[in-house]
């Protein structure tokens, strides 16, 4: 398969997916390679474990946890499944999807290896997609503005990265990290450019004000919107 022809590495400490030479520290969170382990021992080694949201979204993550390693979401939608972001470990036995749609290049996770065992459409933003090193492996339709696949919608309000998109299905939003934790303490990602992250935050506003939503799901938490729609507003 074409996500083995590499070898393949994983951070403990943050999760992040390296394809090719070991490098000296993670790209992502700057852990020294003693804290790499590759990706046959990350499959072994973590189980990629799924908590229903509701009737057609399941929270997939590891256990035990991959270090800061983010959820990803499947969406049974109309007509296909779709996986929202990516697992870091690699898990054969994983329920296939038939495409998988990221929010940013952070969260690439394993979708090279995935893709191949699927044979599933990826997509991410072209602004992203120029950016990380993992998506060069992965990616098969970098797009521009907003797309809808199965119903879901992503809708690109740039920002914490370039090509950052949001997603919405039914009355479920998919916000990764953009904001968190949820609550008093939610702030905006740190990462990037603080302007443009404002800028998105504001894009983001007129997202959530034009639709019936009710929950919310994060790259480590799963909320109702009411409450994190109340802390959003007062940060932005």
């Known amino acids: ?33 003693r804290d790499f382990v590759d990706s046959a021992t990350a499959s072994r080694r973590y189980r990629v474990t799924a908590k229903k949201v509701s009737d057609t979204v399941t929270q997939l993550k590891c256990l035990p946890r991959l270090g800061l390693e983010h959820s990803a979401y499947r969406i049974d939608a109309d007509g296909g499944s779709v996986l929202i972001d990516c697992p870091s470990a690699f898990n054969r036995d994983l329920d296939p999807v038939d495409c998988i749609l990221f929010t940013h290049k952070d969260f690439i996770g394993a979708a090279n290896q995935y893709r191949d065992q699927w044979l599933a459409e990826v997509w991410l933003h072209e602004a992203d997609a120029e950016l990380s090193e993992a998506a060069r492996y992965s990616v098969d339709h970098p797009f521009t503005g907003n797309i809808e696949k199965f119903g879901v919608e992503g809708v690109h309000i740039g920002g914490h990265s370039p090509g950052f998109t949001v997603y919405l299905w039914q009355d479920v939003l998919f916000v990764c990290d953009y904001v968190y934790p949820p609550g008093p303490a939610m702030k905006l990602n740190p990462h990037g450019r603080r302007a443009a992250t404002q800028d998105g935050a504001g894009r983001l506003v007129d997202v959530v004000t034009s639709r019936p939503l009710s929950t919310v799901c994060g790259y480590n938490y799963v909320t109702d919107f009411a409450t994190w729609q109340s802390a959003f507003m007062r940060l932005v």
Do not use: A, E, L
């Open 1 to 33: 398969m074409f996500g083995f022809r590499k070898k393949q590495w994983v951070c403990t400490v943050c999760g992040y997916n390296m394809i090719g030479k070991r490098p000296t520290r993670c790209p992502f969170c700057s852990s020294p390679h």
